[in-house]
């Protein structure tokens, strides 16, 4: 299985809201990253975390709060976001460890901010 | 940090010809090397990869060629098909104990029937 599901596929939420964006992989990986997309742009890095650990913040602001409960699971919790933060918000995981490389993609999340 | 310029930004085929897309970086500490194929309403899929130790690699219909000294790689689709259309991304990895990447800005491939 070399999935990654991300769940909501869709999300609408007001400035004022609090929501959260959930993430999970069964394959084993030990890393597990966050990017942002805007529309005809690449992907940009937020967050990664290795072995459940923050390893990098790509100076997100605080608005965007990352979470891994455990290994397979990654969250990010959202509140007070601008209209300028709707894109589609992917889940990536890895295997993790100097040397892995191969990173597997969820479908992502596309949030409307409004 | 690590700049990757991609181009063409756009690029339509038709049908059965060969499709070339290139990206040069400039970190010479990148290491690795993943193009990604993305379909409308999904997320980025892993299509082929090179490492910094190899020159190139190839995938039956696809080959990427990396030339380590002039920093530039390259994305060769053979005999394409109309499911080939997509948006193609390069990028360049850096492990040091975390991996950082960059991605290129992405090139569209429309190819013809």
């Known amino acids: 299985d070399t999935e990654v599901t991300q769940t909501p596929k869709h999300l609408v939420m007001g400035m004022t809201n609090k929501k959260s964006l959930k993430c999970e992989q069964h394959?084993?990986?030990?890393?597990m990253y966050w990017y942002k997309q805007k529309a005809k742009k690449p992907p940009e890095l937020m967050f990664v975390?290795?072995?459940?650990?923050?390893?990098i913040n790509e100076s997100v602001p605080s608005r965007f709060s990352p979470e891994c409960p455990n290994s397979s699971l990654l969250n990010l919790h959202l509140h007070a976001l601008q209209p300028e933060d709707s894109a589609l918000y992917l889940c990536?995981?890895?295997?993790?460890?100097?040397?892995?490389?191969?990173?597997?993609f969820g479908p992502g999340t596309r949030l409307t901010v409004t | 940090g690590e700049n990757v310029e991609q181009h063409p930004s756009t690029l339509s085929v038709q049908e059965g010809d060969s499709a070339v897309i290139k990206c040069t970086y400039s970190?010479?500490?990148?290491?690795?090397f993943p193009w990604y194929k993305q379909e409308l309403g999904k997320g980025p899929q892993l299509i082929i990869d090179?490492?910094?130790?190899?020159g190139e690699k190839k995938d039956q219909r696809i080959a990427v060629t990396l030339n380590k000294t002039a920093k530039h790689f390259s994305l060769h689709i053979t005999e394409t098909q109309p499911e080939d259309s997509a948006v193609y991304f390069c990028?360049?990895?850096?492990?040091?104990?975390?991996?950082?990447?960059?991605f290129g800005i992405g090139t569209k491939l429309q190819v013809i029937p």
């Open positions: 394959m084993g990986h030990r890393a």
């Open positions: 975390y290795s072995y459940e650990k923050l390893s």
């Open positions: 990028a360049a990895y850096y492990s040091g104990g975390y991996q950082k990447v960059t």
């Open positions: 990536a995981s890895s295997q993790g460890g100097q040397g892995d490389y191969e990173q597997y």
């Open positions: 970190d010479s500490a990148s290491n690795y």
């Open positions: 090179i490492r910094s130790n190899v």
